[in-house]
C-alpha cells in the first residue's frame, strides 16, 4: 500500500488547470460532464484513502470493535507514519461525512422550501408568483417546474421572456441540479475541488444559455435577457437551485452569447493548453482511482490474514 494510500488525497490538484480552461475552450456541454465527472471520482477516492487511514487508525485504539489481529504490525507496517496517519484520518473522515451531509440536506431543504412556497397554486409546469421583487429558477421534482414572479415577467418583453423560459426548461431536461449537487458534495469530501465546483456552476448555465439560444433563434435576446434580469433583479432574496440571472459570471456569461458559438467538440486537440490540461486531469483521476484500488486491495490481503479463521 504505502505511499499511495495518500495520493487521492493531493490528486485533485491536478484538475485545476482544467477548470478554467475548459470553460474557456470546450462547449459548455463538455465542460460540464468532464469536470462534474473528474470531481466525482477524485472525491470517491480521496474519501476511501481516508476510510482505508481510519482502518488502520482504529486499529490502534484501545476498546475498538475490530478483530484483535487487526492491530498486528503488519497492517501498521503497510501505513507510512501509520500511527500519526491513522489516528488523524478519523476526525478528518467524520468531518468529510458531515459536511456531505449537510450539503445534502440543505439542497433538499432549499427544495422543499421552494415547494411549499407554491402550495396552492395549480399544478402547471409554470408557476407564477404574484410577486414584485423579479426572480426565476428552475424547481425539479416530481412535477418540474419553472419559478418566475410577476416581477421578472413585467421587466422583461415577450423575446425575453421566452429566452426566460427556453432557459430553464433547458435546467430541467438536462438534470443540472444533479451535476451541480455532485460537485457540491465533492467540494465537501476534498477542498481541493472547489474550484470545479465554481467551474461546473458557470458551464451549467452556460449550457442553458447555449440550448436557449439555439431553440429560440437568436444569441443576442438571450443575452439581453440575461443582462436585463441580472440588472432588475439585484438584491432579490433568490434561494434557488438554478436561477437564470445570478451574480457573479453574468457578465461572461453576456459576452460569450455575444459572441460566436462555441465548437461542439466533447475532447480538445492534445497539443493545446486546454489539451495538456484535460489530459493532466484525466492521468490524475487514473492514477487516483488505481492508487484507491491498490491500498484497497492490499489492505483487504493483509487484514484477511491477519485475521484468524
Known sequence: MGVFVFLPLVLPLTAWPIARLAEQHLHPRAATWLLTGVAGVLAVCSTLCLALLVVVGTAQ??????PDAWSDPEVREAVPHDEIAGKTAIPALIAVLAACARAAWRHQRVRRRAERALAGLPATQVAVLPDEMPYAYALPGTLDRIVVTTGMLAGLNAGERRALFAHERIHLA???????LTVQLAARA???LRPLRTAVAYSAERWADEEAATHIGSRRTVALAIGKSALISR???IATLAGFATAGPVPRRVAALLGPAPAGRIWPPVFTTVGLAAWGAAAGTTVSALSSANSAVTLFLILHAATPI
Open 61 to 66: 485504539l484501545p476498546g475498538n470493535p475490530l
Open 174 to 180: 438536462r438534470r443540472h441540479h444533479r451535476f451541480l
Open 190 to 192: 476534498n477542498p481541493f
Open 235 to 237: 438584491g432579490a432574496p
